[in-house]
């Protein structure tokens, strides 16, 4: 069985994204010295070949991809209005509604084909009976598949099914969706245009195992807000200090670049007569005070002189005959850099040679352009881990938990809080909660990229990634600035850029940038220095959002050939699966979300390949079962009939009932863990 490889499909994808619960429009576009404003919109890919082409742009897209059954793709990105300009000449542009299904003609004189239908099951949530189908055909994706179901008293639909193609392997056909049915299916038959065709009993899905009785009394629903880093840790803290006898506090070792960043200021016009002046120390530390002029000596025949007064740095600038300023750019640059005791580094504007005349400036003060409030810290900052268990001795199998490795991701953290908060504060009162403290080892990671998550609550809700910026002096203007860090969730060692796998990019500014070398990164050296130090830990869970996926390694894949990191034994993707069951049943249980079936399996089956990722450095490195959480399902919306995306920061409410949510998936997981035998 081909297990939920499902909806591979196009995917190689980039990720990226940001808030709101829907697409929103694009602004406009910023001057030179500000960043191009972002929006989370959604594009739609016309084909295959369209799709291929817009992951080779490098545009930031989401997770959340959703093929059409026409055979195109709609996928979620965050995009600025010149970057979704330019997507026009690759075919892609601004989605206008789902696309109708186009009717494919086979050939006449076709063969019949062989189907093999792989999973059909049935889950009823909150809105209601939904069914989904998994089936391949011998003629591969040009086949034109059907699905009939019937249920009860003669009950019965039909729904397309729609051909998945990753790195140009076919990985079967699917629904686009699971599809809304009016009762429970009871039988499924696919049927082909060339005649092929075969049966199955519809089974129900997840089927796991029902979470444990609650006792009376049991407390949860602690989380009240979205929380930046200083509160989530504050939160932790506060836990220990109520909690001493079944938590301690783990200071990781590694401390992070800090919310902080060297100021800068563009001077002149873009591109020819400008030039970038950034401070040699950060914006916190001295960095904003320094200013820059220059000046026009008023005189003629005059060299270009740079003089230094206290954090003032004043560039007279050379003259001719008549007096009037001569300098170029690139002179200027040279002439500041090659000035001893300036505190500033110059340089010409990206790429250009900088051959254009600098005109006179009034001084100019350098900024780090950050907006939090001075009691942020600009520090670098120490992440913290709770340790929750009655035996923290490593003598109980270890369960880790880490969020917000992607900064944006707001909901994530809340998830990990409302876990540690239901685990202790039950203790006392329930049976269950009070076996798995017992039984368990668990470690609880907040925010494993805070300086990152106080850059997007503060700064620019889209970030993605850490702040510490690689860039050389050519993509490093202030214009930029929301494009550099790294993506802490491709720059580990298993499966990376670095070996060949796809997924990453070398390029500093993209959503995906790997880094210049595995582990770094502060950020990811904590994580893998919780699995060398903490052998007893065994599960791992590393909670993001936004789409609603549950998932394992492998998580990459080499794009030649499509070569994936080795894949578990069949024990172990059984005993993967079963797990996820389990979990699921729990995430429904608390207001009837149910993860989607065909995105419920190994990243390279059900999502892309993410390459560098650290749920595959756990697994294949230390042994360890990592999952990986994509919180934020999608949202039935029964006046249009169609599923909804919810963005990576929804308005709180939803916010709140996926942090619920999941937190009991976390729980579950606990409880997975507690019942483990090495195997």
């Known amino acids: 069985m ?58 930031d897209l989401t997770e959340r991809v959703r093929p059409q059954a026409d055979g195109s793709v709609q996928v979620d990105a965050v995009l600025t209005p010149s970057a979704l300009a330019g997507l026009k ?38 809105d209601g009976y939904f069914l989904s189908v998994e089936a391949s055909s011998s003629a591969g994706e040009a086949a034109v598949l059907t699905a009939t179901w019937t249920g009860r008293r003669g009950v019965t639909g039909q729904v397309a099914m729609v051909p998945f193609v990753d790195a140009g392997a076919y990985m079967g056909h699917q629904f686009s969706t699971p599809s809304p049915v009016t009762a429970e299916p009871q039988r499924v038959t696919v049927t082909s245009a060339t005649g092929g065709k075969a049966e199955a009993r519809v089974r129900e899905w997840p089927d796991g195992e029902r979470p444990d009785r609650q006792a009376p009394g049991y407390q949860k629903d ?61 914006g916190s530390e001295g960095g904003n005070d320094v200013s820059v002029e220059l000046a026009a000596p008023g005189a003629p025949d005059r060299p270009l002189q740079v003089s230094v007064n206290g954090r003032q740095v004043t560039v007279s600038l050379a003259t001719d005959g008549s007096g009037t300023p001569v300098s170029t750019a690139a002179q200027v640059v040279a002439a500041v850099n090659a000035t001893a005791g300036t505190g500033v580094k110059a340089a010409a504007y990206r790429t250009d040679p900088g051959a254009g005349v600098m005109a006179p400036a009034a001084a100019t003060r350098l900024t780090d352009s950050l907006k939090a409030p001075a009691d942020v810290s600009r520090a670098p900052m120490r992440v913290l881990a709770l340790r929750v268990g009655v035996h923290r001795d490593g003598s109980r199998t270890g369960v880790l938990a880490y969020a917000q490795e992607h900064a944006r991701e707001w909901v994530p953290p809340l998830v990990t809080v409302e876990a540690a908060e239901r685990l202790l504060r039950n203790y006392a009162r329930d049976p269950a909660t009070r076996k798995l403290l017992q039984r368990t080892d668990i470690f609880i990671v907040p925010t494993v990229n805070p300086d990152g998550a106080n850059y997007s609550f503060y700064d620019f809700n889209s970030q993605r990634k850490n702040m510490t910026n690689h860039c050389p002096a050519a993509q490093s203007d202030p ?91 069949a024990d172990q993707e059984a005993y993967f699966m079963r797990s996820a069951r389990t979990i699921e049943q729990a995430i429904a249980a608390e207001r009837g979300t149910v993860i989607w079936p065909q995105q419920t399996g190994p990243v390279t089956d059900v999502l892309y390949s993410a390459a560098g990722n650290s749920a595959d450095e756990l697994w294949y490195d230390h042994g360890i079962y990592g999952w990986d959480f994509e919180v934020g399902a999608d949202l039935w919306n029964s006046s249009t009939r169609t599923w909804e995306g919810v963005g990576f920061q929804p308005p709180f409410e939803e916010g709140h009932a996926e942090a619920m949510e999941f937190a009991s998936g976390l729980i579950s997981l606990v409880g997975v863990a507690s019942g483990f035998r090495e195997r």
């Open 2 to 59: 081909r297990g939920s490889r499902a909806s591979a499909v196009i995917l190689m994808i980039v990720v990226s994204t940001f808030l709101a619960s829907g697409p929103s429009s694009l602004p406009a576009v910023a001057g030179p010295g500000d960043p191009e404003p972002a929006s989370l919109v959604t594009l739609s890919v016309p084909d295959k070949a369209a799709m291929e082409r817009l992951v080779a742009s490098g545009a």
């Open 479 to 569: 214009a930029q600035r929301n494009t550099w860090g790294v993506d802490v969730n491709r720059n580990y060692a298993v499966g990376s850029l670095t070996d060949g796998y796809f997924g990453a990019s070398a390029n500093c500014q993209s959503g995906t940038y790997a880094g210049p070398a595995e582990h770094s990164e502060p950020e990811s050296r904590n994580v893998v220095w919780l699995a060398q130090k903490y052998r007893n830990i065994r599960f791992a869970m590393n909670v993001h959002s936004y789409g609603g996926y549950f998932m394992w390694p492998p998580g990459a894949y080499k794009l030649d050939g499509r070569v994936a990191l080795p894949r578990p034994t």
């Open 222 to 282: 602690f989380v009240t807000q979205y929380m930046p880093p200083a509160q989530l840790n504050e939160r932790i803290q506060a836990l220990h200090r109520r909690y001493p006898a079944l938590t301690d506090i783990i200071q990781l070792p590694n401390l992070t670049n800090g919310y902080r960043r060297h100021a800068q200021a563009l001077i002149g016009t873009p591109p020819g007569a400008a030039i970038v002046v950034t401070s040699d120390a950060y």
């Open 89 to 126: 000449s690759i075919g892609v542009g601004l989605a206008a509604g789902t696309p109708s299904a186009a009717k494919k003609t086979p050939s006449a004189t076709a063969a019949q084909d062989q189907i093999v239908i792989e999973r059909a099951v049935w889950y009823k949530s909150r």
